[in-house]
């Protein structure tokens, strides 16, 4: 069934998936050269844009881990643990969670690294952080993950410190994402590893019209009904179209210095899971 018999059918039509050109907004260069970043499909003032994003996860904390549950119907925990299994943790490892937010990633993380390791999770928002660390079954956590308030394009740690890096569902709300990356590539250790979980366009298209349905229609009735935010739950949709393509990650992260950059689709691609390693000697950051 095409898209245009879909959409007689229902009498709904569904937002465009963005092409290149348009993702290319949300790039480095394209924000630094216009002063504009974009949050979902509204353009702001790129200095503006971390107080956005600030707030809007400042609105959302409260309900953030509910809602993740409610609207995945549990599988972004499937995602996120296999992310981790692929990380491939050792004891005793260093581990940075950019964007960590309530630490679900450093909570599975943690469970690997034994009585030597450890988690630092590094958000801009506190909010986030302390709704988390203080969940209940975090309890037995507290000892091995740490929590830094701070910028992800700026990240204040010294280089050369972590075994691993990784980022879930954030990196595309920073105002600059490949400064993000660069900061993941300083930080590391020669042979640390990058892991980035993030949404992405599904590959069939029945599938992909369905999941757009319930995008832009269920899970917005749903924000407004049980986190009182239905403008939250929208906005997330948007801004997943106009993140980068598999392909467009891979080849900024090589672009960055990562070697063996590797990404795997989950779901029939509603989430990626991109793999990367910082070289054990050579290159410094561009």
């Not at 549990?74 to 995602?79: F, M, P, Q, S």
């Not at 943690?110 to 928002?125: E, S």
Request: glycine share 10%; with cysteine.
């Amino acid at each position: 069934m095409n898209d245009s018999i879909k959409n007689r059918l229902t009498g709904w039509k569904p937002p465009a998936w963005l092409d290149k050109n348009e993702r290319k907004k949300m790039f480095d260069a394209h924000v630094d050269s216009s002063g504009t970043a974009y949050f979902g499909f509204k353009p702001h003032r790129a200095a503006e844009k971390a107080k956005t994003v600030l707030s809007h996860f400042n609105r959302v904390a409260p309900k953030y881990d509910f809602m993740n549950t409610v609207l995945s119907f549990g599988i972004h925990y499937a995602w996120k643990r296999t992310a981790i299994r692929l990380l491939d943790l050792k004891p005793g490892d260093q581990l940075l969670d950019v964007c960590g937010g309530t630490g679900d990633l450093a909570v599975m993380a943690a469970t690997h690294l034994g009585d030597g390791g450890h988690v630092f999770i590094y958000d801009i928002n506190r909010a986030m952080m302390v709704t988390g660390r203080d969940r209940p079954e975090n309890k037995g956590n507290r000892t091995c993950i740490h929590y830094i308030e701070g910028d992800a394009e700026q990240i204040a740690c010294r280089e050369n410190r972590f075994n691993a890096a990784i980022v879930g569902f954030g990196i595309r709300n920073l105002t600059h994402l490949e400064k993000g990356f660069q900061e993941m590539y300083r930080v590391l250790k020669p042979g640390g590893k990058v892991m980035c979980l993030e949404f992405s366009k599904p590959t069939n298209s029945l599938f992909r019209w369905l999941y757009d349905f319930y995008s832009f229609n269920i899970m917005p009735f749903a924000g407004s009904v049980l986190a009182g935010s239905r403008q939250s739950y929208a906005c997330l949709s948007q801004t997943i179209r106009m993140f980068a393509s598999p392909d467009e990650l891979k080849e900024i992260l090589e672009g960055i210095g990562f070697e063996a950059v590797s990404y795997k689709r989950l779901t029939n691609g509603i989430a990626v899971i991109h793999l990367g390693h910082k070289p054990l000697t050579g290159r410094s950051m561009p």
